[in-house]
Structure formats: C-alpha cells, structure tokens
C-alpha cells in the first residue's frame, strides 16, 4: 500500500457524487497536496475551494458517530418508558 506522506506528486481525483450549484449538477474534486497531511476540496468548474485535513475528518467522523449513539440512545429510552 502506498502512503500519502510519501508521495512526490499531488493526488487529484473526481468523486461520482455531485452537488447542484448556479443551477448546475457539478462533481466534486478533491485534491492532496505533496504532504499527504492535507488537501483541498472543490466543485467542478468552480474555483472556491475549501482546505481540510485528513485528521480534521477524522475528528469530525468521531462526533457524528457519537451524536448519532446518542441519539439512538435517547430515542431507544423514549421506548421504553412508553
């Protein structure tokens, strides 16, 4: 398996997903700089861009995961005291 960290070129790949924008469906871009630790991500045919970084995602993942426990928590209590 090949590390980002240690590539020498830049990563740029498409997604299949896309997203509507100024009335156009556009796909989305994503883009890894030569560190590997951070990226860029953009609509098709756009020139906005947004920085990210890989442990930014992961930390976002971790709490969508949580409140989601939490809410099947609470609505699993809701239930039960019915």
Excluded: C, P, W
């Excluded at 990563?11 to 860029?40: H, K, P």
């Excluded at 809410?71 to 809701?78: F, G, I, L, V």
């Amino acid at each position: 398996m090949t590390r980002l960290s240690k590539r020498k070129s830049a990563l740029s790949f498409i997604s299949e997903d896309t997203i509507r924008y100024r009335g156009r469906l556009r796909n989305i871009v994503v883009e890894v700089d030569r560190s590997g630790y951070t990226g860029v991500v953009r609509l098709e045919g756009t020139r906005q861009r947004f920085s990210f970084s890989f442990a930014g995602i992961y930390n976002h993942a971790v709490q969508l995961a949580v409140k989601q426990k939490q809410a099947e928590k609470r609505a699993a209590k809701r239930e039960m005291s019915r």
